[in-house]
Structures are given as structure tokens and as C-alpha cells.
């Protein structure tokens, strides 16, 4: 049974950090990825990785505060946030992609797994 399990959210204050953790079990993944969303907003793409050879990518609107990056020994997937934002307050959701396509995947309906979510909220 195919199980993500996110942690790590919380409140902040604008411009400090969190962590967020996904262990990933039940079969092997070829990209792992991490979205987003905010209320009455539609889930968007934060940024994804491939489990073999690390190939990153990020939405724009992350870029230089956001790090994706896992531990292939754990089976775990992790999200580092600095200099948070008020905007970036959202549910955080885990993903799992198990096909190998050339592109990394960047929409919903290409993750076949997803976590439970994770409450970011960031204050001003």
C-alpha cells in the first residue's frame, strides 16, 4: 500500500523558515513533488525532483527561498521554505509520480499519489 506521509508545517512569522518532511512507502516513485492550496485557490505546482540523478525544478514564484531535496536512504522527500511570505500560506501537499517521462511533471493530474496535506500559515 502506497503511503505519503507529510510533516513539518506550522505558523511562522514573514521571512523565517520550515521544513517540510514526506516519507514516501509501498513502491518506488520516479519524481516526487510538492504543491500547494491556499483557500478558494486551485492546488498549484511548488516544485518537483527526480529520485534518480536529483533533476529539480520550481514555480517561479518560489525560486531562491524554496529547496526540494531528498534522502534516497529514507525514502524521503523533504521541502526547505525560507523568507516566508504571507502568500505563501497554504495547504502543502506531497506527490508521487511512479512513470519515468522525459519532463519532469508539473500539473495535478500527472501525480498519481498524493499525502494528507500540511497547514503552512505565515504571518505577517
Request: proline share 3%.
Amino acid at each position: 500500500q502506497v503511503q505519503l506521509v507529510e510533516s513539518g508545517g506550522g505558523l511562522v512569522q514573514a521571512g523565517g523558515s520550515l521544513r517540510l518532511s514526506c516519507a514516501a512507502s509501498g513502491r518506488t516513485f520516479s519524481t516526487m513533488g510538492w504543491f500547494r492550496q491556499a483557500p478558494g485557490k486551485e492546488r498549484e505546482f511548488v516544485a518537483a525532483i527526480r529520485w534518480s540523478g536529483g533533476t529539480r525544478y520550481y514555480a517561479e514564484s518560489v525560486k531562491g527561498r524554496f529547496t526540494i531535496s531528498r534522502d534516497n536512504a529514507n525514502n524521503t522527500v523533504y521541502l526547505q521554505m525560507n523568507s516566508l511570505k504571507p502568500e505563501d500560506t497554504a495547504v502543502y501537499y506531497c506527490a508521487a509520480d511512479p512513470n519515468s517521462a522525459l519532463l519532469l511533471p508539473l500539473m495535478v493530474y500527472e501525480y498519481d499519489y498524493w499525502g494528507q496535506g500540511t497547514q503552512v500559515t505565515v504571518s505577517s
